[in-house]
């Protein structure tokens, strides 16, 4: 078992940034892929992005590619998310994820508490 938290949401303005932090422990996290999934109001959980063990691979749902950029520092066992180009439709609740293994095909087994983020028009 992984513990998760995140950190850095927030309010924001259409148009503006913002940077989610996960920090984790309870497992060596340089071993293990990690993500980012959101929930929008009334809608389940989606993937938004994923990264590989040591970074070298990364993923992005269509709908945030081009403007996220998922990163991992694993010194600090810590993933970022970095948001630009904010959008309204970008509000939801964002979740840090743990994989089971150290490819992002592995799938994820540990969750956050989750991060809110409201994009103001």
């Known amino acids: 078992q992984v513990h998760l938290v995140e950190s850095g949401g927030g309010l924001v303005q259409t148009g503006g940034s913002l940077r989610l932090s996960c920090a984790a422990s309870?497992?060596?996290?340089?071993?293990?892929?990690m993500g980012w999934f959101r929930r929008e109001p009334g809608k389940e959980r989606a993937f938004v992005s994923a990264?590989?063990?040591?970074?070298?691979?990364?993923s992005y749902a269509d709908s945030v590619k081009g403007r996220f950029t998922i990163s991992r520092d694993n010194a600090k066992n810590t993933v970022y998310l970095q948001m630009n180009s904010l959008k309204s439709e970008d509000t939801a609740v964002y979740y840090c994820?743990?994989?089971?293994?150290?490819?992002?095909?592995?799938?994820?087994?540990?969750w956050g508490q989750g991060a809110q983020v409201t994009v103001s028009s």
């Open positions: 990264i590989n063990w040591n970074g070298g691979s990364t």
């Open positions: 309870g497992r060596t996290f340089s071993n293990y892929a």
């Open positions: 994820a743990a994989g089971r293994g150290p490819r992002m095909a592995d799938g994820f087994d540990s």
